[in-house]
């Protein structure tokens, strides 16, 4: 069985940073792109960031590009967000993904439980 666990999120300052990591288990990891989605109160889960099996490959939202960094480590099963200068409006659940190499929802077949990040001072 499949199991994705989000952690790192909490409340921030505008202009600070958070590291989002997501332990993987009961799959092989290195077959598999991840990815990183967001949903904000009243609003529809949308994407952030993916990467491709190996890691040799990224994609990002527009709103956070040159701000959050997507990467992960095959040897221990985890995929990280690194996200800086963050803003109001990147307050938001955060979930990982398991999937392919796309930014639509419907190609990610399992999810974890999301993490909340609040960016408020």
């Known amino acids: 069985q499949v199991q994705l666990e989000e952690s790192g999120g909490g409340l921030v300052q505008p202009g600070g940073s958070l590291r989002l990591s997501c332990a993987a288990s009961g799959l092989t990891f290195s077959n598999y792109a991840m990815g990183w989605f967001r949903q904000a109160p009243g609003k529809e889960r949308e994407f952030v960031a993916v990467?491709?099996?190996?890691?040799?490959?990224?994609k990002y939202t527009d709103s956070v590009k040159g701000r959050f960094t997507i990467s992960r480590d095959n040897a221990v099963n985890t995929v990280y967000l690194q996200m800086n200068r963050l803003k109001p409006e990147d307050t938001a659940i955060y979930y990982c993904a398991r999937g392919t190499y796309h930014t639509s929802p419907e190609n990610f077949g399992a999810w974890g439980q999301g993490t909340q990040v609040t960016v408020s001072s």
């Open positions: 990467i491709n099996y190996s890691g040799g490959m990224t």
